[in-house]
C-alpha cells in the first residue's frame, strides 16, 4: 500500500450533532481510489467537483471516492451530504504523481485509421460509455478485489503514450503479460454489462460491482460469460488473447468510478481500516 501513497489515517471533525468520525485515507495520489465510511446516514461524497454515491450499511455509510487523474497535487476538501440536509468537510492531502512517460515509433498506417474504422471506433466508445453509466446500488460489492489474472503488469496505469512525436491519451487500466489462454478472473462481485467484440479493445468484458463501480477486460482470446450474468470475485469470465489493436497477448484491465478511471491497483491493494478508538472528544486513529 505505501507504494502508492496512501497512509490510513483517521480525520477527526466535529458535526453540530456531536462528534463523529469519518475514515479516508490522509493522502491519496491522482487516479487513485478508496474506500470512505462514514458514521450516519451519509447519501454521497464529493471531491473537486465529483460527487460519489454511499450505501447505507447498519450504523454507518460506506463507498468508493476517487482522485482524478488530473487532479493538482495539494490540499482538496471531501464533502459528506446526510439524508438529514447536513455537510460535513474533511480535509485530503493530494500527493504529487509523476506518470512514467514511453516513446513509441509505430509506422503511420498502423496509427491512422480510415473513415470507416474511425466511425465504428466512435460508435464501439459510445456503447462502452454508456455501459459505464447507470449507478446501481443494489447489491453493491465493496471488496475485498482480486488480480484478474497471474501475470506481471507490463504497463502500469498512467503511463503517458508519445506515438511518433504525438502526445496521445494516457494509458487508463494496467496491463497484464500472460500467455494466451490464462484464464481471466473477476476482480469482484457484480454483474455481466457488456460483451462484445471491439475494433481497438477487441473481445471485451465489462462487470457492474455496483455504486458507479465497473471492471473492464480487454483483448480476450474467449469470454465465458454473457450479458446479465452474476459472477462472484475469482470466478472465470474468459481467458487472454490479443484480439483487437495488440501486440501481443495480455490482459488489459480497467476500472471506472462514476465515469472516472481509476488505477485498478489501488482497489487492489485497498486494506480494512483499522479500528476505530473512541475519546471524550471524538475518535483516533490507532
Ligand atoms: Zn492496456
Do not use: W
Not at 458535526?15 to 487513485?32: D, F, M, N, R
Not at 451519509?42 to 455509510?61: I, T
Not at 494516457?170 to 496491463?175: F, K, S, T
Not at 483499522?274 to 471524538?282: A, D, I, L
Request: net charge positive.
Amino acid at each position: 500500500m505505501s507504494r502508492f501513497g496512501i497512509s490510513v489515517l483517521i480525520v477527526c471533525l466535529l458535526l453540530s450533532a456531536g462528534a463523529k468520525a469519518i475514515e479516508a485515507p490522509s493522502a491519496v495520489a491522482p487516479g487513485e481510489a478508496f474506500l470512505l465510511r462514514v458514521p450516519g446516514r451519509a447519501k454521497e461524497a464529493c471531491l473537486l467537483k465529483h460527487c460519489f454515491p454511499l450505501v447505507s450499511l447498519g450504523p454507518e455509510a460506506r463507498g468508493f471516492v476517487a482522485v482524478p487523474y488530473g487532479a493538482s497535487p495539494g490540499r482538496a476538501v471531501l464533502e459528506v451530504h446526510f439524508a438529514s440536509g447536513k455537510r460535513a468537510r474533511v480535509g485530503l492531502n493530494i500527493i504529487p504523481k509523476t506518470f512514467p512517460e514511453e516513446h513509441l515509433k509505430l509506422p503511420p498506417k498502423m496509427v491512422t485509421f480510415d473513415k470507416k474504422t474511425l466511425a465504428r471506433i466512435k460508435r464501439e466508445r459510445a456503447r462502452l460509455l454508456e455501459a459505464l453509466k447507470p449507478v446501481t446500488r443494489e447489491e453493491p460489492y465493496l471488496g475485498p478485489f482480486v488480480r484478474p489474472v497471474e501475470g506481471r503488469l507490463s504497463s502500469p496505469f498512467g503511463l503517458r503514450r508519445i506515438l511518433n512525436g504525438q502526445p496521445r491519451s494516457p494509458h487508463m487500466g494496467v496491463d497484464f503479460a500472460a500467455p494466451e489462454g490464462t484464464p481471466v478472473v473477476a476482480f469482484g462481485d457484480g454483474q455481466v454489462v457488456l460483451t462484445g467484440d471491439f475494433y481497438l479493445s477487441g473481445r471485451t468484458v465489462v462487470i457492474n460491482h455496483g455504486l458507479g463501480l465497473y471492471s473492464i477486460y480487454c483483448h480476450l482470446k474467449e469470454i465465458v460469460v454473457t450479458e446479465g450474468d452474476k459472477v462472484r470475485r475469482g470466478q472465470r469470465i474468459g481467458l487472454v488473447g490479443r484480439t483487437g489493436r495488440v501486440t501481443g497477448p495480455h490482459l488489459h484491465f480497467g476500472v471506472s468510478l462514476t465515469g472516472l478511471r481509476v488505477d485498478p491497483l489501488s482497489l487492489i491493494t485497498l486494506r480494512p481500516f483499522s479500528v476505530r478508538k473512541e475519546t471524550s472528544h471524538g475518535t483516533e486513529g490507532l
